[in-house]
């Protein structure tokens, strides 16, 4: 306020306006940090947003020669960790891009379903067959066994670490008895059904012979397609024991000498030596916040409406 001349008569007036001017021009000043700082805190929150729901990256795509890599990570099962949908729908990325020239399935897999294995496992043979020229080959890192290797064995080649657990080539049906425990409390088991066989490996029922018989030749059947497929996939490089399709498993380092796997290697080893595209692109499905929510509801309304009376069949 030095500029001012207190022998103006208006002097009072000015130091007012002075004031009032320099309060309207911090205001400002304020107003314009405050809706920077908003801005920036909105842009930070609607990208972790896009992060978390999947909207952005992992998207798969190149521009350049590349390996690509899809993960199979967890259960597999269409209401699981790793679905054929998923599966499916990357490999068709990955072949679809031009740039790419070779694919490793790196699986971490302890098995599941053998629908859904059975499926992915028949289209990999068949894009293989599309795409000659483009190899697949499957990397083991932790676990590779029972649906996991149903999943392998469609590749060119298997490459596993000297500790991995590999094989566990069988398929399973679990459940559970109550009789005794009925028995035990006094509590009657009130079952009408229509149809002799409706209520076949009911938990609360003792167990019938010819049901049992009929379960079990049912998993022989099923068993025996995975050993069909195994053999397909593996061909001469298999050495076949009396425990190869036993349910037994096994580790990296013995699964090499019994065939069941080719080589030591991780993923970027087979896209460094083996395709000779060091470049690793993801094309791995990530399932967003929101079908995850979605599925998850859909999967506990579907059980609680239809149930069960006996856990599906696994390759576990």
Known sequence: MSDI??????????????????????????????VLFKSLTFIYLFMLLFYALDWVGGDGSANSDHTALIDIYGVIGSDDQVSADD??????????????KGIILRIN??????????????????????????????????????GGYYIAVAADKIFVDKASIVG???????????????DKVGVERRLLTAGVNKAIL??????????????????????????????????????ETDDTFSGLFWSGETSVQMGLADGFGSSDYVAREIIKQEKIVDFTAREGLADKFAKRIGASMGNAVLGSAFSGMKLH
């Not at 207190?6 to 021009?25: C, G, V």
């Not at 053998?114 to 067959?129: C, F, L, S, T, Y």
């Not at 069988?170 to 425990?181: P, Q």
């Not at 019938?208 to 018989?213: D, L």
Request: include cysteine.
């Open 202 to 239: 009911d938990p609360f029922s003792p167990v019938n012979p010819k049901h049992k018989e009929y379960a079990q030749s049912m998993l022989d059947q099923i068993h025996q397609q995975f050993i069909a497929v195994v053999r397909e996939g593996r061909g001469k490089r298999l050495k």
């Open 5 to 34: 001349n207190q022998n103006d008569p208006n002097w009072e007036r000015q130091t007012l306006e002075k004031l009032a001017f320099s309060a309207i021009r911090e205001q400002r000043r304020n107003r314009f940090w405050g």
């Open 168 to 182: 566990s080539i069988g398929v399973l049906m679990d459940g559970f008895g109550f009789t005794g425990i009925m």
């Open 109 to 146: 897999s302890p098995g599941g379903s053998p629908v859904q294995a059975g499926i992915i496992n028949d289209e990999i043979h068949r894009q293989r067959k599309l795409h000659p020229s483009i190899p697949v080959y499957a990397v083991v890192e932790d676990i590779c066994a029972s």
């Open 87 to 100: 599966v499916i729908g990357s490999l068709e990325s990955a072949y679809e891009n031009k740039h790419t």
